[in-house]
């Protein structure tokens, strides 16, 4: 699988934390897209002493890096269930959908993403647009052009092209990068 994108866990168990073993500050950094299923990585916490079986069975996200932090509370998240999300929705392997799903957590959060990768799998993104760069003023001119009047240039400069881009994007929000269009 070729990397497109960056993100990392630190696995916790919650026996280990408890307990302040040896294991309680968590896993190494974990890029979860050298794994392609769950049991490599599972293999990959025994490796690091991990007791899957014993005191460490109950594991959570300890820290992570490359989805924004405030689209979930990441310690009552099952590492299995974000990794098999991931995984599932192409988000590991593809450089767009990484990009998308990164815009949609600006504005949603990580349940409503579950949600769509299980209604719809890897087509997740089919009804989301990400326009980077643009401005409500972009999407309220490119509207306008599309809506089939012919508006003089003259008159253009009396247009709130912004105002217009805000009243017409009902299904449209903004993000750090630009618009996101989602329609589901």
């Known amino acids: 699988?070729?990397?497109?994108?960056?993100?990392?866990?630190?696995?916790?168990?919650?026996?280990?934390?408890?307990?302040?073993?040896?294991?309680?500050?968590?896993?190494?950094?974990?890029?979860?897209?050298?794994?392609?299923d769950w049991e490599e990585i599972e293999e990959e916490l025994t490796k690091q002493g991990f007791k899957l079986n014993g005191i460490d069975e109950e594991l959570f996200v300890q820290d992570i890096e490359?989805?924004?932090?405030?689209?979930?509370?990441?310690?009552?998240?099952?590492?299995?269930?974000?990794?098999?999300?991931?995984?599932?929705s192409d988000v590991l392997s593809n450089a767009y959908k990484y990009d998308t799903l990164q815009a949609y957590l600006e504005v949603r959060n990580f349940d409503d993403f579950e949600n769509l990768v299980e209604s719809h799998g890897s087509n997740w993104d089919d009804d989301?647009?990400?326009?980077?760069?643009?401005?409500?003023?972009?999407?309220?001119?490119?509207?306008?052009?599309?809506?089939?009047?012919?508006?003089p240039d003259h008159i253009q400069d009396f247009i709130d092209f912004e105002e217009y881009g805000k009243y017409m994007g009902d299904c449209v929000e903004e993000y750090n990068e630009g618009l996101i269009e989602i329609y589901r």
């Open 1 to 36: 699988m070729q990397n497109y994108t960056s993100i990392n866990i630190v696995i916790g168990s919650w026996g280990s934390y408890n307990e302040c073993n040896e294991r309680a500050l968590g896993s190494k950094w974990l890029d979860l897209s050298d794994y392609s």
């Open 66 to 88: 490359g989805l924004p932090s405030n689209a979930c509370n990441w310690d009552y998240t099952s590492p299995q269930k974000l990794f098999e999300t991931l995984r599932d």
């Open 128 to 151: 989301i647009r990400i326009m980077k760069g643009y401005s409500w003023e972009d999407y309220g001119r490119e509207a306008l052009e599309n809506s089939g009047y012919e508006i």
